[in-house]
């Protein structure tokens, strides 16, 4: 077969092993990472469909690359620093704790030499992001202290591995024992410091000049090439390609273009780690693992039991009462996806051989395979202690609400919000009014609302109430079907076009809508009242009667039809006076109703 179409039958395999075992596993409570390793195990080692697991593992190590950018863009300093504690005090000490003890028992197990063994134990005292959140969201625990503890330690364990990375780097170096270690740092650090300043004064304006265009391919291209560019400059200075990627997401952390971008890269970093995992199940080599089957079937339950009783320990010790600490203990014990990158890049330097490393990944999937039962049990040993609730909108994940569109309509309610001290999320579409507002003091990002990835991105998953306050009908029309239909628990804020879009929105059950020009007309006529010699308290009335018949006629509007309610404009029907007699009498609110212009406007 040649080279092209053994090439293409093997992205179809690999394709193929993806889409039947993620549903698989999924359904079974196993996760999808557990589906892709079986699916790499039965297409490689099993059937031998493919058998240079080694050569695509190489090009599928970008969906890590892309997970370490993501990663970055959600490390918003306000985040950090909220979390500090937890996430620099107990997360840093289970990672080290943990890898120093498993570090212990590698060393005193003989397989390994004192470097392998360094990588063995904090490779295992990685935990798994996937299936801890898996769990939490389940069983709607994200949000309690326990979940949110549980959370800062992952997310510790997810900046960890940037330095452990670097660290097998380093181990290499010294066992092969460099000319010129301190040519090597200068040149990592000037790699970093590159990053630093690229990030911090080319990035954003680069983003601002391709949104202008308006070419929605030319943004995900440039997004590739931040990632893929920062990870070859990181691998150019001696350091991993991870690295240079989790670089440059920190720096676009505060961009406002950080939504678009996590939607752009998601789909490929989503299909390439799904690639990844399956190439770690080519790779593995089951002759190895029948041989120590008695030494994995051993090795599982005392690196669980390790993890969580050093977890369980440093929880109590930092204030989690006995029931959180249990659930942490429980939730947290298995390896991590993390560790088969550890492994994995291990093997290929020559840390450890590659059948140690297929060793280590076996012991890390009975893990993760055994988490979900071990979360089920840990229920039998809680006191049954009152949980501690916490607000839904801890700071870095998401704001209370969550703004589609930054027109003049929608940045006066986003001050109100502000100033009542609610955090608001904006997604916008125009690069110029993204430049305009932030010379105001607005942190606004660049994003498409009409599009669901972009709304995941944005926090809408914790958003207590979407406000849609976009200019075209069309598009308020589509973000709302959108929300309906993927998010029909949010509570919906919308800004209407005209009266018949207001009668439109409320047939599609939408929480509050509001014509654009209502409040400001009634305003306007209400002073013309005034300056004509009524006074400021019967204007005030004739107002709120004209607001309270407006609003009766819209409601029967709704549910008997345009024409409804005509005789309930006025206390005593009016009738202009006009230059020409007309033909008909004329309605007041007629062109509102049958042609929306009365109080259909569109920003400038």
Known sequence: MSAPNALFSETILLLGGAVVAAPIFKKLGLGTVLGYLAAGIVIGPVFHGITDGEQILAVAELGVVFLLFIIGLELKPSRLWQMRRDIFGLGTAQVVVSGLALTALAWLSG??????????????ALSS???????????????????QRSFSMLLFQDLAIVPLLALIT???????????????????????AAMIVAGRYLLTPLFQIIARTGAREAMIAAAL???????????????????????SGVMLAESSYRHELEADIEPFRG????????AVGLSLQLDVLFDNGLFVIVAVPI???????????LCRVSGSPHDDAIRIAFLLPQGGEFGFVLFTAAGTTGLMSTSTASLLVAIVTLSMALTPIGAALSKRLLNGDEREELDEDFEGAGADVLMVGFSRFGQIAAQILLAGGRSVTVIEFSA???RQASSFGFRIYFGDGTRKDVLR???IDRAKIVLVCTQKKEVTDKVVELVQADYPHTRLYVRSYDRIHSIELRNKGVDYELRETLESGLLFGRRTLEALGVSEVDAYEIGEDIRKRDEARLALQVSEGLQAGRDMLFSHPVRPEPLVKPKRAVDPFEDDLLAGTADATADA
Do not use: C, H
């Open 111 to 124: 397989v390994l030499d004192w470097r392998g063994s360094i990588v063995a134990g904090f490779g295992l």
């Open 129 to 147: 992001t996937a299936f801890a959140m898996q769990i939490l969201e389940g069983d709607g625990d994200v949000n309690t202290r326990y979940g």
């Open 170 to 192: 380093i181990l290499d170096g010294g066992g092969k024992g460099s000319n010129a270690p301190l040519l090597d740092f200068t040149v990592a650090v000037g790699a970093v």
């Open 225 to 247: 090439f931040v990632v893929m560019g920062s990870a070859s400059l990181m691998q150019l200075a001696g350091l991993s390609m991870a690295m240079g990627a989790f670089l």
């Open 271 to 278: 299909v390439l780690l799904a690639i990844f995992f399956i």
């Open 303 to 313: 690196v669980m039991a390790v993890k969580a009783f050093i977890i369980y320990g």
């Open 432 to 434: 110029d009014r993204i």
């Open 457 to 459: 991105a944005a926090g």
